[in-house]
């Protein structure tokens, strides 16, 4: 790999650390206000929200100057949602700041890959980002759980620095300031990234043009016979995972007794299971082999049942494990499918744009959907069950039309060449 990939991992990795260490922060946050604890999910609601709203716009501003200094600018409106919280804004508006910069940086961040490396080498940049963001996941779950934790909180709190008045008073304010820290780290690495020397398009000044440019992409990527199936795996993990991440805090506090600190460190064992599926499938998944591991996705949605019946932490750490396993070695070829046809199809920021629309689509929904049955008491089990049994059988189905496809002699798929069918 060259030398500029790793600057790009870099900056990834602080930017996705700041977003996860944010968010344990924002639920804590909520929790010290005495908020109903049906605006946890929210948090993720507001955030994904800039993602689907401004979709058309976010891919055409990617391609139209270098992927450098896009990240370079998201991170500044992500340092912007930060202060918006430190001075006392409502957590879920500031986050939905967070989320507007966030959704600019996610063209940019994958796009670079494909402008900056062989296609060959996609699956291992894909095995590394998505190890590298699983890794920030777990070190910002934790590292936010620690922040929180009283006794930590009071060490730090207690800090006082000659002369200077921080205006530093309460564990909130504290978190928020370790976030703007890593955000600026981030956007320090954004500054060394290398120009891959691509032609930029000029962004178009009317938006119905850009809205009408994304509705073409959008059809083009879905009527692709690999690219509807890479788009249907990747759209339905990236909803269960975003669900998971709440429903583990949530079962944690009910089956195990946890409080948040100790939940949000489970959620970082999913993350270790991811991490690890990731690694292994980017030496062992080929971009020719990568629609194999779709059965792998039903497995998982499988063995999320199994956590209705454990009930100690010793059994639960091993468990999730697994099931971040199973989705890490599923989605990271996907990924790398979904980032290839798109790259040939249409341009690589336009194709993130529509993968990240249809992905964040699925967020709101599915966060949407258990927002509304924790606001009407239904049991955690439950949830968990109709969870496991929707990623399962929606799977199954993706299954089914991926065999379909390749039944039908008509459309013969090659992913070497430039050409598509």
């Known amino acids: 790999m060259p030398f ?54 976010v891919g055409a501003f990617a391609d139209s100057m270098p992927k450098w200094r896009v990240m370079f600018i998201s991170n500044t409106i992500k340092i912007i949602g930060c202060g ?62 620690m922040l929180i934790k009283p006794s930590i909180a009071e060490t730090l709190l207690s800090f006082d620095f000659p002369i200077i008045e921080t205006g530093i008073d309460t564990v909130g304010e504290m978190a928020v300031c370790f976030v703007a820290g890593f955000y600026v780290l981030a956007s320090i690495f954004n500054l060394y990234i290398p120009d891959t020397g691509v032609d930029h398009k000029p962004l178009k000044k009317n938006p119905f043009y ?35 991440q709440f429903i583990v805090i949530k079962w944690s506090e009910m089956a195990l007794q946890l ?39 039903i497995a998982m949605g499988v063995i999320v049942l199994v956590m209705n019946f454990v009930h100690d932490v010793w059994a639960a750490v091993p468990l999730l494990i697994l099931i971040g396993a199973l989705s890490g070695f599923f989605v990271v070829p996907m990924n790398a499918l979904l980032q290839h046809r798109g790259h040939i199809l249409m341009g ?38 109709l969870f496991g049994i929707f990623v399962s059988s929606s799977m199954y189905l993706v299954k089914r039309i991926h065999d379909a496809n390749q039944r039908a002699h008509d459309d013969v798929i090659h992913l070497d060449d430039n050409t598509h069918h």
């Open 4 to 57: 500029g990939f790793f600057i790009i991992m870099a900056a990834q990795f602080f930017s996705a650390l700041a977003d996860n260490v944010l968010l344990i922060a924002s639920i804590a946050a909520l929790r010290e206000m005495h908020a109903p604890s049906e605006y946890e999910p929210l948090l993720k609601t507001f955030f994904t929200l800039s993602y689907v709203v401004l979709a058309a716009f």
């Open 210 to 244: 850009l809205i009408h440019e994304f509705q073409h992409c959008l059809v083009l990527l879905w009527r692709d016979k690999l690219g509807q199936v890479s788009l249907a795996v990747t759209t339905l993990f990236w909803g269960a995972g975003a669900t998971l």
């Open 348 to 385: 690589a920021g336009h194709s993130i744009a529509v993968q990240n629309f249809n992905e964040n689509l699925s967020i709101l929904a599915m966060t949407g959907l258990y927002y509304a049955m924790i606001k009407a008491d239904i049991s955690i089990y439950v949830v968990l069950t």
């Open 259 to 297: 409080d948040l600190s100790k939940s949000s460190m489970l959620q970082g064992v999913v993350a270790i299971g991811v991490a690890l599926g990731a690694v292994v499938a980017a030496k062992m998944i080929t971009l020719r082999k990568s629609v194999r591991v779709i059965p792998l996705g």
């Open 84 to 145: 918006m919280m430190f001075f006392g804004s409502h957590p879920l508006l500031a986050y939905a700041i967070v989320g507007l910069g966030a959704a600019a940086y996610s063209p940019a961040k994958y796009g670079i890959l494909t402008e900056y490396l062989p296609h060959r080498l996609l699956v291992v940049a894909n095995g590394w980002i998505e190890g590298l963001t699983v890794g920030a996941i777990i070190l910002g779950v934790m590292i936010g759980g």
